[in-house]
Nanobody
Framework: QVQLVESGGGSVQAGDSLRLSCAVS????????MGWFRQAPGKERVFVAGITWRGSMISYADSVEGRFTISKDNAKNTVYLQMNSLKLEDTAVYYC??????????????????WGQGTQVTVSS
């Protein structure tokens, strides 16, 4: 079992920055990938960014490429999502996810086994 707890959400203005954190506990193995997804009201949950446990592979959704950065601190068992130049359309509940993807990253939520409770990010003009 893997437990994930997100923090760092909040309300910001367009153009601001925010950093989300995901504390990871429980059993993780070298094949575990970590990811961030988001879900806006009335919309499906979509992939934002992912990173393999060893950090050898990183992937971003086109909509956040160049603005968001995913990173890991293995010593702290924490995954981060640094979000810069936030836009109104970034407003959503952000979820941390984990899965044993054996060195791969997939964008489909169905492939991810463990989820955090979510943290709200609201961007206003």
């Amino acid at each position: 079992q893997v437990q994930l707890v997100e923090s760092g959400g909040g309300s910001v203005q367009a153009g601001d920055s925010l950093r989300l954190s995901c504390a990871v506990s429980g059993r993780t193995v070298s094949e575990t990938a970590m990811g961030w997804f988001r879900q806006a009201p009335g919309k499906e949950r979509v992939f934002v960014a992912g990173i393999t446990w060893r950090g050898s592979m990183i992937s971003y959704a086109d909509s956040v490429e160049g603005r968001f950065t995913i990173s890991k601190d293995n010593a702290k068992n924490t995954v981060y999502l640094q979000m810069n130049s936030l836009k109104l359309e970034d407003t959503a509940v952000y979820y941390c996810a984990a899965a044993a993807l054996h060195g791969q990253i997939t964008t489909s939520p169905e492939d991810w086994n463990y989820w955090g409770q979510g943290t709200q990010v609201t961007v206003s003009s």
